[in-house]
T-cell receptor, first 110, second 116 residues
Framework: ELKVEQNPLFLSMQEGKNYTIYCNYS?????LYWYRQDPGKSLESLFV?????AVKQEGRLMASLDTKARLSTLHITAAVHDLSATYFC??????????FGDGTTLTVKP | DTAVSQTPKYLVTQMGNDKSIKCEQN?????MYWYKQDSKKFLKIMFS???????INETVPNRFSPKSPDKAHLNLHINSLELGDSAVYFC???????????????FGPGTRLTVT
């Protein structure tokens, strides 16, 4: 059974700081997705990582995938309050099936 | 235009009742899903349909029954509601991209179900 572990589960950081969220998974997959969920809202797709070594960047967020290490990272650069949300990684098991991590709730304080 | 829509947005009902949640997507996707998100925000897949055929049926009580009248709609019917069914239910859709293969999902706004 595929297990997906995110850490940390809760992250409080100050504006302007950098931090990385980790997503480890237990079985082979070369496709991984990152989603963002604002409080009380739905999930929206942030990044689609489809091969080993894939790196995607959008604003202050950068995601990478190392399929050999079964690890994806979501790096936050110079955090701003607008980035406060819950971030989920989801590992693709094939045939449209994804297993989600437990989510990392990020709070950015001024 | 809303890509993935769900109705109702809120649903408050008593234990033992039967209720349905509806989902529609106008993205032309061929796969639709139901997820349950509990109070701790853990997200679990329940069902997935591809072109009206059930392809994923995770360990879910058989009180939950999905129905896909066509590939743009996936409804969720719940019988004999229990307190533990209280959660937010999200519908999602995806279209398999072939080169490279990807199943990026698009989520609906969610239905908050409260069972009293």
């Amino acid at each position: 059974e595929l297990k997906v572990e995110q850490n940390p589960l809760f992250l409080s950081m100050q504006e302007g700081k950098n931090y990385t969220i980790y997503c480890n998974y237990s079985t082979t997959s070369d496709r991984l997705y990152w989603y963002r969920q604002d409080p009380g809202k739905s999930l929206e797709s942030l990044f689609v990582l489809l091969s080993n070594g894939a790196v995607k960047q959008e604003g202050r967020l950068m995601a990478s995938l190392d399929t050999k290490a079964r690890l994806s990272t979501l790096h936050i650069t110079a955090a701003v309050h607008d980035l406060s949300a819950t971030y989920f990684c989801a590992v693709d098991r094939g045939a449209g099936k994804s297993t989600f991590g437990d989510g990392t709730t990020l709070t950015v304080k001024p | 235009d809303t890509a993935v829509s769900q109705t109702p947005k809120y649903l408050v009902t008593q234990m033992g009742n039967d209720k349905s949640i509806k989902c529609e997507q106008n993205l032309g996707h061929d796969t639709m899903y139901w997820y349950k998100q509990d109070s701790k925000k853990f997200l679990k897949i329940m069902f997935s349909y591809n072109n009206k055929e059930l392809i994923i049926n995770e360990t879910v009580p058989n009180r939950f029954s999905p129905k896909s009248p066509d590939k743009a709609h996936l409804n969720l019917h719940i019988n004999s509601l229990e307190l533990g069914d209280s959660a937010v239910y999200f519908c999602a859709s995806s279209q398999e991209s072939r080169t490279p293969i990807s199943y990026e999902q698009y989520f609906g706004p969610g239905t908050r179900l409260t069972v009293t």
